[in-house]
Structure formats: structure tokens, C-alpha cells
């Protein structure tokens, strides 16, 4: 027979090596987790940037659309046709009255529900 002193050694050597890899496996389980949440946030906020940047996008040749692009004169320099420019201006700026108005109507109407 074996003495119990050292059968008890044995059985508590075993026990913690034992509770060490088990530890061992749960914090390496827990880093790998820990990881994968990680990218997947990473991924999430890069489609959330990517969704908002689109979106913006969309927005503005929305509302770019049906207005004239303005040339800007530079300093010192004549442009071709002075009348021409100042009633280009008149109209963009008739255009953008027109628009900041339908803004205000729409922001003053109260929500039906």
C-alpha cells in the first residue's frame, strides 16, 4: 500500500495543475472573445462611418441638383460678361430665397399624428 502523505501530494498537485489549465483555457477563451468583439465593433463602426458618409453624399447631390454652378471671378481679373454674372447671382440668390422660405414653412408646420 501506498503511504496516504504521499498519495494526498500527488492528488493535490494534480488538482492544481488541473485548476491551472482549466484557468488557462478560460482566460485565453475570454482574450479570444474579447477579440472578436473587438473587430466586430471595429467592423460595425466602420460600416456606421461608411453608412453616414453615403447617406451625406446622397444628400448633397440631392440637393445640389437643378442649381447652377456659380464661376467665381478671381481678383483682378474681368469677366467676359459683367451683366451676365450679376444676373447669374440675382437668380442664384432668388433661388436660395426661395428655398430658405419652403425650409421655414416646413420647420413651422406642426406635426400632424
Do not use: C, W
Not at 498519495?7 to 479570444?32: K, M, Q
Not at 456606421?48 to 440631392?62: G, L
Amino acid at each position: 500500500m501506498s503511504n496516504p502523505l504521499v498519495h494526498a501530494f500527488f492528488v493535490g498537485r494534480a488538482l492544481a495543475e488541473t485548476v491551472g489549465e482549466e484557468i488557462e483555457r478560460n482566460l485565453t477563451d475570454a482574450a479570444s472573445e474579447l477579440g472578436k468583439f473587438d473587430a466586430e465593433q471595429r467592423e460595425r463602426l466602420r460600416q456606421f462611418v461608411a453608412q453616414v458618409i453615403e447617406r451625406a453624399n446622397a444628400a448633397e447631390e440631392s440637393a445640389m441638383q437643378g442649381r447652377t454652378t456659380s464661376t467665381l471671378v478671381k481678383y483682378g481679373s474681368q469677366p467676359s460678361d459683367l451683366q451676365a454674372t450679376i444676373d447669374e447671382l440675382r437668380a442664384e440668390i432668388a433661388q436660395l430665397r426661395t428655398e430658405l422660405q419652403r425650409y421655414r414653412n416646413r420647420s413651422t408646420k406642426p406635426n400632424s399624428l
